[in-house]
């Protein structure tokens, strides 16, 4: 009897020749031939790649491995089994499990190459973008794209067996434009959140005002949502990116943070406007977050029938610190007017 390692005739002694016992030996010899080649991987070539500068290499030894040793056990079992002569009426099924191994292999290997491969591409894109899109488009390419695999490689084996897969693309097909329709909201908020991603109208950390007039701080940008926090209630906001995508958003923070304001107040008609712009404006340049620039200024809007309507224009450091300081501006404007006796009123 003669051991046939890929095309190598091995005579065997008569002791050795019991069928059971040869193939039983196959097995153990192509295990063997997994564990070198496991062995000069892990000792050599990794140690090589690691040398190199690109870790490409490093990630596809890695993927290879598991996938290769699948495909030479199974080679071994199959030859093994080929010898057996009580099995040899059945071995048209385990070539046929065989060859669906082989298949299921091959496409285990290369969903484990995509989904690396799409890890380290898409670190090299993060690192060379600001913006928050690879958060969402790179796992939804990974996950869009290991589903195609895994379809194809189902439909390669479903062929293999001979089922005809025509219906049955059909009816996914189907059943996609159900599941489609079932969730286009979602899809909508989703689409909605790349762009917002993309666009960056806002980013994590801005304060917005929505339509109403509803101030927010942005505190994180989902896939399919953008959570808000309120800072007069306390609370968070979880918005739909599709409503929010369509609503008018008011960034406070863009250009940057400073902010314009006016404070509208009357006095009588006899009142020296000169001396009540310089007790605000004197007001103003103790305040903290009062800029000096641009320069504060008091204008006479309107000339009522019994007050002068004036405006006291000026900017502030930062719009977190908006309602601080015109509480502030106000009382101290109140206080130091009742000092001078100058009236006021709306």
Known sequence: MELDIFGWKIPLPEWASNEYFVAAALILL?????????????????????KTKTELDDIILGVLKTPLLLILISAGIVSALKIISAISGYMSYIDTAYQII????????????????IGYYGKVFAKKTKSKVDDILMPTIEKVGLFVIYFLGIMTILSYLGIDILPLIT????????????????LSNFMAGFFLLMDQPFKVGDRVELGKGEIYDVVAIGPRNTQLY??????????PNGKLANAKVVNRSMPDLRRKEQLSFGVGHNTDIERVEKIVLDIAKQHPHILEAPKPNLRVMELGDYLLKLEFSFWIDSIKNRKETID???RNILEKFKKEEIKIGR
């Open 230 to 239: 309120n800072i007069e209630e306390h609370s968070i906001l979880v918005l």
């Open 102 to 117: 082989l298949i299921f292999a091959v496409i285990w290997l290369i969903a484990k190459l995509y989904k690396a491969l």
């Open 30 to 50: 192509w295990i063997g031939i997994a564990l070198v080649i496991t062995f000069v991987v892990d000792r050599y070539i990794k140690k090589w790649a690691k």
């Open 328 to 330: 502030k501006l106000n």
């Open 171 to 186: 009816g996914m097909g189907i059943m996609g434009l159900a599941i489609a329709l079932a969730v286009k909201d979602t």
